[in-house]
């Protein structure tokens, strides 16, 4: 009898194997997919891209994210190819400790900004450093191809951005190319860097502003007052604003920035009512 249930488990073992080899060996080859989490009120994007690589927009403020990610990889796979940390505020980076220790990280992407006296961020420096990927600090404008993907970052940007500048004002601010999809993520970002980028690259038409046309946007800083202004809302004339709001007491999103963005006709979806938001 023991005999019998050794050879059972034995063929069971050889199943599952043979069965995980067909999985990723004949799975349907990697398509672009956007993710944006409901991580709470924070902000974290999952972007699963044409070449097989992953991104990881921030990672909300804490080990949620892991929960998150094991929704949408396989349980095998413990790689993310590329991790961008739009500023060190926690709703941004706190859950991005917890994706160094779980996940091998290849390339990530940081405004170079600090926070010596947060112990935090001082934990999250030293998974960094011993994470042993390559870091790129974005300190001006500056584009990459990652895995088939275009990003052009326009922010942090020496020209208007200087010691006294906030943390918010010198989050990493991209618009994110895939074909013909195109994404605006704007971090925390407020007016005022709005109305610099404004001037800078919307000199001609801000109602024509190529550089900033996007299909979608990652609306700003949760949807607070402080950010997407309506000059902004115009240059960018995505189709659909995309808010990563959870329960708060700060107001967000703010009630005139929706009304901003009805005004511009832009269909706004939000975490806290559709969960999940998945671009394709």
């Not at 995505?238 to 005004?263: A, D």
Request: aromatic residues 12%; charged residues 25%.
């Amino acid at each position: 009898m023991s005999s019998n249930k050794t050879k059972i488990l034995f063929l069971a073992v050889i199943v599952c194997i043979f069965g995980l080899w067909l999985y990723i060996n004949i799975a349907p080859p990697p398509q672009f997919k956007a993710v944006f989490l409901n991580i709470g009120q924070g902000d974290s994007s999952l972007i699963f891209l044409p070449q097989g690589g992953k991104m990881l927009v921030d990672c909300g403020p804490d080990r949620t994210i892991l929960r998150k990610l094991n929704q949408y990889l396989p349980f095998y796979d413990r790689q993310i190819d590329y991790l961008l940390v739009t500023h060190p505020d926690l709703d941004h980076y706190g859950g991005c400790i917890d994706v160094l220790r779980r996940y091998d990280v290849k390339n990530i992407f940081i405004n170079g900004a600090k926070k010596e006296k947060d112990p935090n961020f001082l934990s999250w420096e030293n998974y960094l450093e011993k994470e042993e990927a390559e870091v790129f600090i974005v300190e001006r404008p500056i584009a990459y191809i990652l895995s088939g993907a275009r990003l052009k970052f326009f922010s942090p940007d020496p020209e208007f951005i200087n010691e006294k500048t906030g943390d918010n004002d010198k989050s990493l601010v991209f618009k994110f190319f895939y074909n013909t999809t195109t994404i605006f993520f704007t971090a925390d970002m407020e007016e005022k860097i709005e109305k610099e980028l404004i001037k800078k690259y919307c000199e001609d038409s801000v109602e024509n502003c190529l550089e900033f046309k996007s299909d979608y946007l990652k609306v700003g800083h949760h949807g607070s007052d402080s950010s997407s202004g309506q000059e902004f809302l115009t240059a960018v004339n995505p189709h659909i604003g995309i808010i990563s709001v959870g329960k708060n007491n700060f107001g967000h999103p703010s009630l005139r920035v929706l009304r901003r963005m009805e005004r511009e006709k832009i269909e706004i979806w939000r975490t806290d009512r559709r969960g999940d938001i998945i671009v394709k």
